[in-house]
């Protein structure tokens, strides 16, 4: 009897460090968590049904990537999603003009298209450009200077050549924020941005996973797809 007491004991201690071990672990890196705000006059009641996916970096293997941990996620049995990498004809450099031929060769009725590169280089090049005196760049908000103006229609970049050497985030570790913004094809505008942050990224695959779930809860949650 008092043998039994004892294994049962036993195997409740082990099975309590695994548990207290897995909660540890789960604590060392966090789930994105994603803001939302709507465009100004955007369809609230619109759902889309086929999905163009676009990472935005200059990285390929980053943007190919994240492309299909994303679509991953997006695609469902009423939600077609597609990457930008296995559906355009020429890949690099992003252009409008190849993501409009797969959206038209796709019918694609939404782009949503995710900024991969670091903030602080944003932020860095926000700091330097000017916009008196008709320059390109215009500053925006305080969190992600001259988005807007950098970045296109379908979140392709206006000038290529500054954002050839910019760095992409899925290459680092620790804290990451990126931004996504989701794009109504049939009048090419903009519907919806997503500003999602995770922590304590250790590797690569962790923080996609970390970065990519979210990002298609939330698109569900506003009844973007479903």
């Known amino acids: ?14 099975a309590a460090v695994a548990l207290a071990g897995a909660a ?41 990537t994240f492309e299909r941990f994303l679509a991953a996620r997006i695609r469902s049995e009423s939600t077609v999603a ?3 990498c296995a559906t355009v004809t020429k890949r690099d450099p992003l252009t409008r003009e190849s993501i409009e031929e797969a959206v038209r060769s796709q019918q694609a009725d939404a782009v949503v ?20 005196g008709g320059g390109t760049y215009k500053a925006v908000d305080s969190g992600w200077a001259d988005y807007y103006g950098f970045y296109g229609v379908y979140g392709v970049p206006v000038v290529y050549a500054e954002f050839k050497t910019a760095p992409s ?3 680092l570790k620790g804290d990451v924020e990126i931004r996504t913004t989701v ?13 999602t942050t995770a922590k304590n990224l250790e590797g690569r695959a962790e923080g996609l996973d970390a970065l990519t779930t979210p990002i298609a809860e939330r698109l569900r949650h506003e009844g973007l797809i479903r």
């Open 24 to 64: 540890a672990l789960s604590g060392c890196a966090s789930q994105g968590k994603v803001t939302s705000t709507w465009a100004e006059g955007a369809d609230r009641g619109q759902t889309f049904k086929r999905v163009l996916v676009v990472g935005v970096t200059p990285d390929l293997d980053a943007r190919c």
């Open 1 to 14: 009897m008092h043998t039994q007491v004892h294994r049962v004991t036993f195997r409740h201690s082990v």
């Open 183 to 195: 794009y109504a094809t049939a009048t090419a505008s903009r519907v919806l941005t997503l500003d």
């Open 82 to 84: 597609m990457t930008s």
């Open 113 to 132: 298209a995710t900024i991969l590169v670091s903030k602080e280089w944003h932020l860095q090049k926000g700091g330097d450009m000017d916009t008196r």
């Open 169 to 171: 985030v899925t290459t």
